[in-house]
């Protein structure tokens, strides 16, 4: 199946910084979403993206198809984004698979 | 418009046993997606539904299986449990097939 990639795994961040996640994956993908996981383990969607840019607030996502990666970009992080964010895509054989996740931690 | 919900929140088998797993899609979707989160293998595709017609599965062993309703209810179920299915086990819906999915916040199953 599609391998996916994400990295950093883990990222302490101080308030107010922006950061930028990473997404790649090995083969064309049918759809992408961006989710993030909160320390009560709700998994919020933040993007479905399979290709292009959107913005959402201090977040927003970049997800260039044919080089096989998505970028996610958390600005003026806030210590309510901490949590664990999950890049996931839908194979060719429609089956999703999740990556990793990067463990993200803000602190005041 | 109410979410996706999942019942029950939390859950305590022993091995050996059967476990049904529900879940409510939000009103008006039409799909209805299975996954299984742990911290070895984090997270993994089950199964799909599609107004009521299985559309993919993931590899897990046939202990696992599922179905849904005519109004996109969906259960599975886990026959002859292992240690190993100690999990959060998360439904998703989504509107149609290969659309944005929304999470129910989970069953927590322990086998002991």
């Known amino acids: 199946g599609i391998q996916v990639e994400q990295s950093p795994p883990d990222l302490i961040l101080q308030e107010g910084a922006n950061s930028t996640l990473r997404c790649n994956f090995s083969d064309s993908v049918n759809n992408l979403q961006w989710f993030h996981q909160n320390p009560w383990g709700q998994l919020i969607n933040l993007f479905y993206i399979p290709s292009g840019t959107k913005q959402n607030g201090r977040l927003s996502a970049t997800t260039v198809a044919t080089e096989r990666y998505s970028l996610l970009y958390i600005s003026s992080s806030q210590t309510t984004d901490s949590g664990v964010y999950f890049c996931?895509?839908?194979?060719?054989?429609?089956?999703?698979?999740f990556g990793a996740g990067t463990t993200v931690t803000v602190r005041a | 418009k109410a979410g996706v919900t999942q019942t029950p929140r939390y859950l305590i088998k022993t091995r050996g046993q059967q476990v049904t797993l529900s879940c409510s899609p939000i009103s008006g979707h039409r799909s209805v997606s299975w996954y299984q989160q742990t911290p070895g293998q984090g997270l993994q595709f089950l199964f799909e539904y599609f107004s009521e017609t299985q559309r993919n599965k993931g590899n897990f062993p046939g202990r696992f299986s599922g179905r849904q309703f005519s109004n996109s209810r969906s259960e599975m179920n886990v026959s002859t449990l292992e240690l190993g299915d100690s999990a959060l086990y998360l439904c998703?819906?989504?509107?149609?097939?290969?659309?944005?999915?929304?999470f129910g916040s989970g069953t927590q199953l322990s086998v002991l």
């Open positions: 998703a819906s989504s509107q149609g097939f290969n659309e944005k999915l929304f």
């Open positions: 996931a895509v839908r194979g060719r054989d429609y089956k999703l698979s």
